[in-house]
């Protein structure tokens, strides 16, 4: 083959991809680029800090404007009503205990695990209202405005769903306290 020839295909083969980006050698180049964007080490350190700030703020708010919280508990209809007086109290406080273990990245698994508990418990309301057909608030972030139960904030707790269980089975990144103690633990004792 002369090098014209060489010449030739190769500006034909460039001029292919730019005609039709979506190629699977193109798929196949993006494919390991986007193992390395969702098992890196700053991805999780960023999932765990915007979901553990999410659900501290939440806890806050809860705590901070208690009476609308329980009045918004009592609106799902999902709980009878002792249980729903228990889990409004202990609610806020789960969510600011597992949010704070996040953020600093301690008991990352188990504040990740329940995290996912209260998503899924979050999905089931939500989706048992808007099964009914009831128009009320969510109750989410109570600091004094209205919030509509909508398909949209179905699948918002969804996609927190999916990070709460990616970060479950994720690796403990560089940047937590679980790395560091485990390091600590695995260091060999000086001779």
Excluded at 7 to 29: D, G, M, V
Excluded at 145 to 159: G, N, S, W
Excluded at 168 to 181: A, Q
Aim: aromatic share 12%.
């Amino acid at each position: 083959m002369g090098q014209n020839a060489l010449r030739y295909s190769l500006y034909q083969t460039a001029r292919q991809r730019r005609r039709i980006p979506l190629t699977a050698s193109f798929l196949a180049r993006l494919q390991p680029l986007s193992r390395r964007v969702v098992a890196s080490p700053l991805t999780q350190l960023l999932a765990r800090v915007f979901l553990g700030g999410l659900f501290v703020w939440s806890g806050l708010e809860k705590c901070w404007h208690f009476e609308a919280f329980m009045a918004a508990v009592h609106a799902y209809g999902v709980l009878p009503a002792d249980w729903a007086i228990f889990y409004a109290h202990a609610l806020p406080w789960a969510e600011i205990l597992a949010g704070a273990y996040l953020i600093v990245g301690l008991f990352t698994r188990w504040a990740a695990g329940l995290i996912a508990a209260m998503m899924l418990s979050f999905i089931i309301a939500i989706a048992w209202v808007l099964a009914r057909g009831g128009a009320i608030d969510c109750g989410c972030f109570v600091g004094g405005r209205q919030e509509p139960l909508t398909p949209q904030k179905l699948l918002e707790d969804i996609a927190l769903l999916a990070m709460s269980l990616w970060l479950i089975v994720s690796p403990s990144g560089p940047w937590s306290l679980d790395r560091l103690l485990r390091r600590k633990n695995q260091t060999p004792p000086a001779v």
